[in-house]
């Protein structure tokens, strides 16, 4: 992996990203010399102080007074926990590239480091659990291990995702007995749950450090380096883990950045990533407290706890420390470009009060040409397919829905893509496509690749101009699909990321599909999609409407999997945003609508002339017997 010998430095700040939230109007410049340090301030109660400005903060480097060239006040909404429980446990089901996010949160699992013992299993889900409870509306986050990687979640909103993938954590550290099983992953090499540093030197599914460092070192020096290009939001590690980091070679001071751990230092010092570290063990009789735990915490502003049994009860802290701060730039007056770590020490004007930030950064180092390399160069849309963080050049929504089919050996995916218009773009144009997925152990699992035509609608910058379907057939199993597209006259390439579980259908004695909304597409010019589509015709990203508008939802009921088939009572529930029921639907399918294929197609149409604005949530239950299922799909409206 190329070395990056560069000091912290910000190139471009994201003013909008924060200004919607800023007490006073950031003027962070384009400048590749500041260095951008993120700091909390806190009060004896260790509560954010707020209303500070500019001249109440000092900042030494290496001990020497820096002017400060660049301030903002940065306040994150408060988790709000307002109505009903589908508000915030329900994620909306299309995603997009947009990364309007103001925080980010990695949850990050040292299963290397942690013995197989009950207590410290439980602890550490309980902390991890936490950490997804306080996520507010606008948080991504991420759930990364450091051995049995093909555990993890990329980054996503959806509560239920991350929860499960909690929920998979096992301790990996050869101390102890783990309970029989495979354990053992491919490594893969794309994304945040999956380090791409990691395939250097380390055998697959185990704890062995190799040349790039230990593998907590390679997982979080991954996501710092993905992390490093979006500026502006706030990125917190929540690192449940038990060991602590061998400074017995090296310190920061001083130190040019040669080794694993100064290269991992470097690299979340570069994408202003707080580390706050929680010990799982809990209180335990004769065990020194190990005086390097809480290193990585100290020297990245973050906040260590240990020698606790309730270890999950200073993770609200974390998100209250990370929920107000400021933004602050100094342009170092020490221009000597020597590699070495240089010490930032912060104070504030007013008296008492704690103030936390990271230890310092690493100066600028003249870096060695790039060795020639014979490997092809990869296009834009392999670029865009395989990045950390998806690409917002052409603007892309994305819905991802398995369906069951007939006679099909594996179940069909619904790749639908929004394109919204592209800015300087023709009226009509045409755009290359493709779409890719891939396995928990991140293999290629399929691709589909087309170009289509496609009209912008009524010159509506930001208007979706087309929903683009495509199919894929996938064996049972979590994927990750990711569909890129770029604008053959623009030269523009997009791309956008999401998560899906496929269900084992064929051994289902009842099984629901994901839900999927169709529009009226009368008038309209939709793009020719390569292969059958087992789906309809209109199938739409769109979530809000009008309330003139046709819309209808629909879903596949499936018994592929029972010895007989039998009746199945499907209900359509519509709630709005305080639990209130507006709307019910009720329908028996009886057994001999399975007899053909054991697949029945429900579609309910949408009441949206009877619904005032606002968001609401649409709720498929599907029972026979004993037996439930059900989907779920998030829907606005937006009046006439």
Known sequence: ??????????????????????????????????????????????????????????????????????????????????GAPWTHDVAPDVV???????????????????????????????????????????????VIYTSARRNGQELTTDRARLTAAVERFFPQSPAGSPPPG????????????????ATAGLRSGNCLAGSEGSPL??????????????????KTVILVSTSSVDFSQMTLDHNVIVDNLARTFAAMQRANLNVYQFDPRGLEVGRKISEEFGILSDNTGGRAFMNTNTPWEGVPQVFR??????????????????????????????PGLEVRTRAGYYSARAEKPAKPSNRPVPTEIERALSNGLPTGDVPLALSVVAVPVARGKNPAVAVVAGLSAIEDAPPVEKIEVTAAAFTDTWK?????????????????????VADVP???????????????????????????????????????????????????????????????????????TRRAFRNDEAVAAEVRVSQIGARHPAVVTVTAV??????????????????????????????????????????????????TGNQLERSFVRFTVDGL
Request: charged residues 20%.
């Open 217 to 234: 070192d390679q997982a979080l020096r991954n996501g710092a380096e993905i992390l490093s290009a979006w500026p502006g939001v706030r």
């Open 574 to 623: 519509i709630q709005a945003r305080d639990g209130a029921e507006l709307s019910r639907d009720t329908r028996e399918l009886p057994g001999e609508l399975f007899a053909a294929n054991r697949i029945v197609e429900h579609r309910t149409t949408l009441p949206l002339l009877r619904l005032h604005s606002g968001e609401y949530l649409l709720t498929f239950e599907a029972r």
């Open 321 to 350: 420390e990370n929920s107000s701060y400021y933004l602050v730039g100094f342009r170092p007056t020490n221009v000597t470009q020597d590699g070495r770590f240089r010490k930032i020490t912060v104070k504030v004007s007013r």
């Open 444 to 464: 290629s699992a399929g691709t589909a690749t087309q170009t289509i035509e496609v009209a912008r609608r009524g010159g509506a910058t930001g208007r979706v």
């Open 1 to 82: 992996m190329q070395r990056r010998h560069a000091v912290l430095l910000i190139a471009i700040i994201a003013v909008s990203a924060i200004a919607g939230h800023a007490q006073q109007t950031p003027v962070f410049r384009t400048s590749a010399d500041i260095v951008q340090i993120d700091v909390s301030v806190l009060d004896r109660d260790h509560q954010p102080v707020r209303g500070l400005s500019a001249a109440d903060f000092t900042v030494l480097d290496s001990g020497i007074e820096q002017p400060v060239v660049a301030f903002a006040a940065v306040d994150l909404p408060d988790r709000v926990r307002t």
């Open 96 to 142: 997009t590239n947009h990364l309007g996010a103001k925080r980010v949160v990695l949850i990050v699992f040292d299963d290397c480091s942690t013995p197989w013992d009950p207590s410290v299993l439980q602890l550490s889900r309980h902390i991890a659990r936490a950490a997804v409870d306080e996520l507010g509306p606008q948080d991504l986050a991420s």
């Open 182 to 197: 495979p354990f053992s992953a491919s490594v893969p090499t794309r994304g945040l749950a999956s380090p791409a540093a």
């Open 470 to 540: 495509i199919r894929l057939d996938l064996k049972p199993g979590r994927y990750e699909i990711r569909f890129a597209a770029q604008s053959a006259a623009t030269e523009r390439t997009g791309s956008v990321y999401a998560s899906l579980t496929v269900p084992d259908f064929a051994k289902a004695a009842l099984a629901l599909s994901g839900v999927q909304i169709i529009r009226n597409n009368s008038g309209s010019s939709e793009p020719a999609a390569s292969g059958s589509l087992p789906w309809p015709v209109g199938v739409t």
